[in-house]
């Protein structure tokens, strides 16, 4: 199975911070990455496809970029909604793989 | 809206089995392959399994840890996805969630989730 990893593990940033995690996979998966949100007890929501495609509805100041290997996602100014574990995931194969998850909290 | 409401959650004793079911609505089912995503207490999230739209064989696929004991279904006429799991053990304890896959060139990503069915599997 492909292995997954994010950085960091956990991040404190303040309102109107500018935020980039990062993921890697243990082999090359070309674009096949998202990313999701998650908020405590709720379910994950798709930010994310293909490495840098936006999902519908999901504001702008989220931004993915990456290929291959290495992959991050920006938000360019961090908002009081957006305090929440963000998630990397894997399509390319089987088993499709999530990362560990990256808590973003307040400062 | 697209709607997805999973159901059937609840305690069970290990080495017991239990069938979860997702609900589907606002969308054309039988047109999507569908996806069941567990997550452990305090724990990331894992990807258990999906199952192809029948355009596409209606074929699954299974995570190596639920591999020969779970079985994912679906009923077309009835817009429900079904996670059939046997031989329960104490690390099945999660929450399950069922996602609505949407397909990119052969490439599967989850778009939209359910809020999810919590299983405890304790003696």
């Known amino acids: 199975d492909i292995q997954m990893t994010q950085s960091p593990s956990t991040l404190s940033a303040s309102v109107g911070d500018r935020v980039t995690i990062t993921c890697r996979a243990s082999q090359s998966i070309s674009s096949w990455l998202a990313w999701y949100q998650q908020k405590p007890g709720k379910a994950p929501k798709l930010l994310i496809y293909k490495a840098s495609s936006l999902e519908s509805g999901v504001p702008s100041r989220f931004s993915g970029s990456g290929s291959g290997t290495e992959f991050t996602l920006t938000i360019s100014s961090l908002q009081p909604d957006d305090f929440a574990t963000y998630y990397c995931?894997?399509?390319?194969?089987?088993?499709?793989?999530f990362g560990p998850g990256t808590k973003v909290d307040i400062k | 809206e697209v709607q997805l409401v999973e159901s059937g959650g609840g305690l069970v004793q290990p080495g017991r089995s239990l069938r979860l079911s997702c609900t589907a609505s606002g969308f054309t089912f039988g047109d999507y392959a569908m996806s069941w995503v567990r997550q452990a207490p305090g724990k990331g999230l894992e990807w258990v399994g999906f199952i192809r739209s029948k355009a596409y064989g209606g074929t699954t696929e299974y995570a190596a840890s639920v591999k020969g004991r779970f079985t994912i279904s679906r009923d077309d006429s009835k817009s429900i996805a079904y996670l059939q799991m046997n031989s329960l053990k104490t690390e099945d304890t999660a929450v399950y969630y069922c996602t609505k896959d949407e397909l990119w060139s052969y490439y599967y990503y989850m778009d939209v989730w359910g809020k999810g069915t919590t299983v405890t599997v304790s003696s």
């Open positions: 995931q894997q399509y390319n194969s089987y088993s499709f793989t």
